[in-house]
């Protein structure tokens, strides 16, 4: 039974979002490193990228195990972004704001409501997919006993 055409289209869009946000960093350490490690902290990185890439792949091919390695990545980004927001960004945001302002001669309130809106869209993303991906409906149609259509 297929409720709502969107959810494969978001699930999708998610994986496609995965992808994407991890070719970058996949291809500069391939150009630096040839993919071999030479550090664990390096080793880590690739490890996640290669998680990544295979959650995104489990996604579209309606896997339970890659919904659920995903939701506890972008938990894990969820709390990376909150830290970068409010511990390393929020000291310096209004000082850096007056700097573009007078350096672009825009309105420091309208550059502080702007700002304001992307950080919180940087917080808030990461966590929605988890919300996304732990609905019910959602888990349904990563069920193979459930009568979703794929």
Request: hydrophobic share 55%; glycine share 6%.
């Given at each position: 039974m297929r409720r709502n055409g969107n959810s494969h289209v978001l699930i999708?869009?998610?994986?496609?979002w995965m992808i994407f946000a991890v070719y970058p960093w996949l291809k500069s350490f391939y150009q630096e490193t040839g993919l071999v490690p030479q550090?664990?902290?390096?080793g880590?990185?690739?490890?996640?990228?290669?998680?990544a890439?295979?959650?995104a792949v489990g996604l579209v091919c309606g896997n339970d195990l890659a919904r659920l390695w995903s939701v506890w990545l972008f938990a894990i980004y969820f709390l990376w972004s909150f830290y970068v927001v409010c511990i390393e960004?929020?000291?310096y945001f209004?000082?850096?704001?007056?700097?573009l302002g007078k350096q672009y001669q825009v309105p420091v309130?309208?550059?502080k409501g702007m700002a304001l809106i992307l950080l919180i869209t940087h917080i808030m993303w990461p966590l929605i997919v988890v919300m996304?991906?732990?609905n019910p409906g959602v888990k349904a149609m990563f069920n193979p006993d459930s009568d979703w259509d794929r």
């Open positions: 999708q869009l998610i994986a496609i550090t664990l902290l390096e880590l990185g690739l490890l996640g990228m290669v998680v890439l295979f959650c960004i929020a000291p209004s000082s850096s704001l007056e700097w309130e309208r550059l996304y991906l732990t």
